[in-house]
């Protein structure tokens, strides 16, 4: 299947700082990519949809001012944790799918740490 | 938004066992997804089932979708305890393809 590849896998950085997380769609253009976050023994809940060439799609409640999402290629979208705060600590996860009847494919998500 | 909700929230049985698991959803859907998550790991596709599709097989995995009722169940036979891990269902409406999960199954199989 199609691979998707998120990095880094984990980070600690401290309050106030800012944390870029990459996920990569390694072998199948992605226009479309997805960002979840996921709290402990919780389900995923979407954040935001990401699309190539144009402004990221937030869901109710989560502020685009404090995750910036930037999706310049087919094959690359960011986000950005700025300014974390210790409730920002979660496990962040993208997917990338080909199409609405397809599966999708999911990076292996990254644990932030805010500390 | 959160949309599938599974049950039961948790499950342990033995090795051999089978392990059914429910989903429910409230809205109309494209397709229903199955995923497995190792502990603090990614998700793993197990499944795709249309909404015009009633069952599907994938080696030990079995899923239906019953549409009028707006649930889906996953059945695995013949359990490992290499199975243990959290079962997602997700679901893709007909207006755009992002997944909406369901709060999972945490499935325990003991040797």
């Known amino acids: 299947g199609a691979v998707v590849s998120q990095h880094p896998s984990w980070v600690i950085c401290k309050s106030g700082t800012s944390v870029k997380i990459e996920c990569r769609s390694l072998?199948?253009?992605?226009?479309?990519m997805f960002w979840y976050r996921q709290f402990p023994k919780q389900s995923l809940m979407l954040m935001a949809t990401s699309n190539e060439g144009s402004k990221a799609t937030y869901e109710q409640g989560v502020e685009k001012d404090k995750f910036l999402i930037n999706h310049a290629s087919l094959t690359l979208s960011t986000l950005t944790v700025t300014s974390a705060h210790p409730e920002d600590s979660s496990f962040y996860i993208c997917?990338?799918?080909?199409?609405?009847?397809?599966?999708?494919?999911f990076g292996q998500g990254t644990r932030l740490t805010v500390v | 938004s959160q949309q599938g909700e599974e049950d039961p929230q948790a499950l342990s049985i033995q090795e051999g066992e089978n392990a059914t698991m429910n989903c429910s959803y409230k809205?109309?859907?494209?397709?229903l997804q199955w995923y497995r998550q190792n502990s603090g790991r990614g998700l793993v596709h197990l499944i795709l089932i249309r909404s015009n599709e009633r069952e599907k097989h994938s080696g030990r995995l079995r899923v239906t979708l019953d549409t009028s009722k707006k649930s889906s169940s996953l059945l695995i036979t013949a359990s490992r305890a290499a199975d243990t891990a959290s079962y997602f269902c997700a679901t893709v409406t007909n207006s755009g393809y992002a997944l909406n999960f369901g709060k999972g199954t945490s499935l325990l199989v003991t040797p």
């Open positions: 997917s990338a799918a080909g199409g609405p009847s397809t599966e999708a494919f």
């Open positions: 072998d199948f253009q992605a226009t479309t």
């Open positions: 809205t109309s859907i494209n397709n």
